[in-house]
Nanobody, 120 residues
């Protein structure tokens, strides 16, 4: 199983970016997907999660600015980031909690990360 994150880049404060995460490989079902970020010198933090049924949860710091979505048919997840702030600068990682077989255990897989830099 591989998770490929993409869409990061350099943007000015107030701008927008859309991150994508695509899961591939032997996957039976993906229960939860989420975005995390890690700024320089800081711990990795949760940004947003989305369940298979579409239920979402977002960190207070991004509510009203970020939107998480997923396409179950494509095993894909997206993060629309609007009104970006310099404090959003970080490496963004995607995570999927999935089963590789019908009776397999739920296991976490991480993507490689994509850098988002917001200039002031």
């Amino acid at each position: 199983v591989q998770l490929q994150a993409s869409g990061g880049g350099l943007v000015q404060a107030g701008g927008s970016l859309r991150l994508s995460c695509l899961a591939s490989g032997s996957i039976f079902s993906i229960d939860f997907m989420g975005w995390y970020r890690q700024a320089p010198g800081k711990q990795r933090e949760l940004v947003a999660t989305i369940a298979r049924d579409g239920y979402t949860d977002l960190a207070d710091s991004v509510k009203g600015r970020f939107t998480i979505s997923r396409d179950n048919a494509k095993s894909a997840m997206y993060l629309q980031m609007n009104s970006l702030k310099p404090e959003d600068t970080a490496v963004y990682y995607c995570k999927a909690t999935l089963r590789r077989t019908e009776w397999g255990a739920l296991t976490d897989y991480w993507g490689q990360g994509t850098l988002v830099t917001v200039s002031s």
